[in-house]
């Protein structure tokens, strides 16, 4: 049976006596899984003997959520699988009331989901990234008749279910996209008791005027009532901060059918939510019936924000520049399947960092994160997946509309949430023979419409679809400056021409690729063979490594060094346009992507802040030393143990800090102290040029910001020896800890000289006990990458046994190491 791993009992109410709280239960644990189609649901539910030469096909065990990809989205030798999958359990179901409901409550699976019962289809949906629910009483009901059942089963409901994300070009998203359409059972899904009438959705209203005197909160209920009663009482609740109740009421309701207003309540002068300061406050509501209560709590925030036409962002009046990043729901080792623990710990990194915008792209994201969101205070765009590809028919069309509808009523009442996408690059066509202007923007506005008669308190917003952008209430065009197009000092004049073609102007998606653990003494070499073009936008074919004009897309050295120059240009500058609004870089996480299998990580999108398993990269520290109020100086090159050069040659140490000034020693030695200074590139004048010993070398820095003190260290290798053309491979290893063992490769001339500039490719190998951990996405968790510096690692897992591990570059005789 599925364990109670979560169960959370909702509030009582206080104006009915109740015998029993309502329940909801995370179903994770006992799940059997099979990724295959089956003949029918009879094969998932027929009584065989464990162990029966007859019980094929084999299941295997999992926990909730799961990703069907989690590791094959990342497989270098193979497309990520696309098609059916099964999920079984047995349900240990214990209604505590007379005439409640037992529901399923999914909060994501992809894309296409059936749910039985036995055999008994209860529901269907179609859709990776909204919530729905089935309700599974009269199923039950109908199993329990059968005493033979009963018994086959030990008193258990057998639960199974098919998911699907096999191409198909009547849904949302495209396969087209530079994202995995992922399957399974990939958020949380709950088993809930309520009784006979139970709320079904609570649209919270909470308005402000913009310096913040006057608050209004209006409550609207929707009921889910399939016994047809006919009446309830409706208690409200509104609690402060602090848990004290500020105002209630109560409403007698004859009418269950339809949505009803049930209170306007006037709040004076309330606390605000802000980026800095995310107030909320909770919105209690109870529903009682003969035949049990219901009690649902909703946190909601006050606050106003205003997009000036052609101007900035304001929020309860003030200038906030937009300082955001984005996210796609995908991780290490799981995919698509983040725990809540997980999700916390990636929001809390971005907060450290100092954003307070995200953007949730390309799909509604999970209810953890918008809850984050506002308990954190970060401002969110959240959009439908209506991705590239062009325009489909009617099913495709209402998959849209049904997508956009559930978004919205289900993120309505999150303080956070502020734009409702419509839609991103849809003037990319190739899932449909005809593309169709006039068509796409027909259904834009059709959708610009949809959304602002279910919630006309946010904006709307698309990115990259020129012919469109005066249909919503914002834009992003795309700017990429540095990297698809032109050069990063292009960034400034090219967004201020973007900015001046709409009344409201917000840029999504700007940055670059790097590849962790690659540096460079040269970064900005590549923008030699680069003119400046006076536009930055993204082109058909820019994302390919190959043809084309130049680009460093294409003819950098994806270099984390290159990177950090490109963030660092376009940070100092945003603090120089005071009719911004703002950006949001392009993406705080590398994630998984089946159209880039030749990058240095294949099939990963390398444009993260933080790798895929969360390992922050330098260029982290860059937007840190811009936006995180907490004192932090960070030296670059954590990741860099070798650096290279002549003998006695001047070299610059950068150091990433938002405090006032810094004190840099090398070996021992202070080279002066140096003031931060935002316009003087790069790191804000926070720069020295020293002279390294050849050999090791130490470098601290010491940086104040009024009476607080932060300090950092490296220590690294200054090679001088020139390398000639690789000529072989050394492998050794690194560490051995709890099982784990690190082995790394460098790449050798001739002499033994490490080629630091080495990029081929390297694939790792193992024969044994032991088992390689790849299939990660990272550039230490791939079996097949590209060097960072002539060098690579990964990690083994040993089981106590032994194993010969390999590395192979072509053309050079492979390398070995026993474990």
């Not at 990234?129 to 199993?143: N, P, R, S």
């Not at 984050?372 to 969110?380: H, K, P, Y």
């Not at 197009?485 to 409201?504: A, C, L, S």
């Not at 990660?776 to 002539?790: C, P």
Request: charged share 25%; hydrophobic share 35%; with cysteine.
């Amino acid at each position: 049976m599925v364990k109670h791993s979560a169960v959370f009992i909702f509030i009582f109410s206080v104006f009915a006596p109740a015998v029993f709280a309502q329940q909801k239960i995370r179903l994770t644990d006992d799940w059997q899984f099979l990724k295959q189609d089956l003949g029918g649901i009879w094969e998932a539910v027929r009584p065989v003997k464990k162990g029966a030469p007859e019980e094929v096909p084999l299941w295997t065990n999992v926990t909730l959520p799961h990703c069907v990809n989690a590791k094959d989205a990342v497989d270098p030798d193979v497309n990520y699988y696309q098609g059916p999958a099964w999920y079984r359990t047995l349900l240990n179901v214990k209604n505590p009331y007379a005439k409640g409901r037992t529901l399923l409550h999914f909060e994501g699976v992809g894309q296409k989901t059936d749910v039985y019962i036995y055999t008994t289809k209860v529901g269907s949906h179609v859709g990776g990234y909204d919530e729905w629910t089935v309700d599974i009483t009269d199923a039950i009901a109908a199993f329990k008749k059968s005493d033979t059942l009963q018994k086959q089963f030990n008193g258990k409901i057998p639960l199974s279910i098919r998911t699907d994300n096999s191409r198909d070009l009547e849904m949302i998203p495209s396969n087209l996209s530079d994202f995995n359409v992922y399957s399974g059972i990939y958020r949380y899904l709950n088993l809930v008791y309520v009784p006979s009438v139970s709320l079904d959705k609570i649209f919270v209203q909470a308005d402000v005027d913009s310096l913040g005197k006057e608050g209004k909160l209006s409550v609207r209920t929707r009921f889910y009532n399939p016994l047809n009663a006919a009446t309830a009482t409706v208690s409200i609740k509104l609690l402060d901060p602090f848990g004290k109740t500020i105002q209630q009421t109560q409403k007698v309701l004859s009418d269950l059918k339809s949505d009803v207003e049930i209170v306007n309540f006037n709040v004076k002068a309330p606390q605000l939510w802000s980026t800095e300061k995310p107030t909320l406050y909770t919105v209690e509501t109870t529903l009682t019936t003969k035949d049990g209560v219901f009690t649902q709590a909703e946190k909601i925030g006050f606050r106003h924000f205003r997009f000036a036409t052609k101007g900035p962002f304001f929020l309860n009046g003030k200038r906030l520049l937009i300082r955001g990043t984005q996210r796609h729901e995908d991780a290490a080792g799981v995919a698509a399947a983040l725990t809540e623990e997980m999700i916390r710990q990636e929001f809390i990194l971005m907060k450290e960092m100092g954003v307070n915008f995200i953007r949730l792209g390309h799909y509604q994201n999970s209810r953890i994160a918008l809850n984050l969101c506002d308990s954190l205070g970060i401002l969110v765009w959240e959009e439908i997946p209506w991705c590239r590809g062009g325009l489909g028919g009617p099913v495709y069309k209402e998959q849209a509309r049904r997508m956009l509808t559930n978004m919205i009523e289900q993120h309505y009442n999150h303080p956070a949430a502020i734009i409702w996408g419509l839609g991103n690059e849809n003037d990319w066509p190739g899932d449909q023979p005809d593309f169709d202007k006039e068509a796409i923007r027909s259904f834009m506005k059709e959708l610009n419409d949809l959304s602002h008669g279910l919630d006309p308190s946010r904006k709307t917003a698309i990115r990259r679809c020129d012919f469109c952008k005066d249909i919503v209430d914002v834009y992003s065009p795309s700017i990429w400056a540095g990297w698809y197009r032109g050069i990063y000092t292009e960034y400034k004049q090219v967004t201020e021409e973007e900015f001046n073609k709409v009344n409201h102007f917000l840029h999504m998606e700007w940055g670059g690729d790097s590849h962790a653990g690659r540096h460079s003494e040269n970064p900005d070499k590549a923008l030699q063979q680069i003119k400046a073009q006076g536009t930055a936008d993204e082109r058909a074919g820019d994302a390919s490594l190959y043809g084309g004009a130049a680009r460093v897309s294409k003819d950098g050295d994806w270099s984390e060094s290159y990177i950090c120059n490109l963030f660092d240009w376009h940070l100092k500058e945003q603090e120089t346009m005071p009719w911004l609004t703002g950006a949001a870089q392009w993406i705080f996480r590398d994630f998984s992507t089946p159209i880039r299998p030749d990058n240095p990580v294949p099939y990963m999108n390398q444009k993260g802040l933080v790798e895929r398993d969360l390992a922050k990269k330098e260029s982290y520290y860059v937007f840190q030393s811009y936006w995180a109020t907490k004192p932090m100086a960070h030296i670059y090159g954590h990741s860099w143990p070798v650096r290279w050069g002549a003998e006695g040659e001047e070299k610059m140490v950068k150091v990433y800090s938002n405090c006032d000034e810094a004190e840099l020693f090398v070996n021992g030695k202070s080279y002066g102290v140096k003031k931060r200074k935002s316009p003087d590139f790069p790191a804000a004048g926070l720069r020295w040029n020293v002279v390294f010993n050849k050999g090791e070398n130490s470098v601290s820095v010491v940086a104040r910001k009024g009476k607080e003190t932060v300090r950092d260290e490296i220590k690294f290798h200054y090679q001088t020896e020139k390398w000639s053309k690789p000529a072989k491979l050394l492998m050794e290893k690194m560490a051995d800890e709890n099982g784990v063992a690190t082995i790394g490769v460098k790449m050798l001339d001739d002499k033994n000289v490490q080629c630091l500039d080495a990029a081929n490719w390297v694939r790792f190998g193992l024969t044994g006990d032991g088992e390689l951990i790849d299939d990660l996405g990272t550039s230490s968790g791939s079996r097949l990458v590209q060097l960072y510096n002539g060098r690579a690692v990964i990690r083994v897992k040993t089981k106590n046994g032994k194993s010969v591990a390999s590395a192979k570059v072509e053309g050079l005789p492979t390398a070995f190491v026993n474990l």
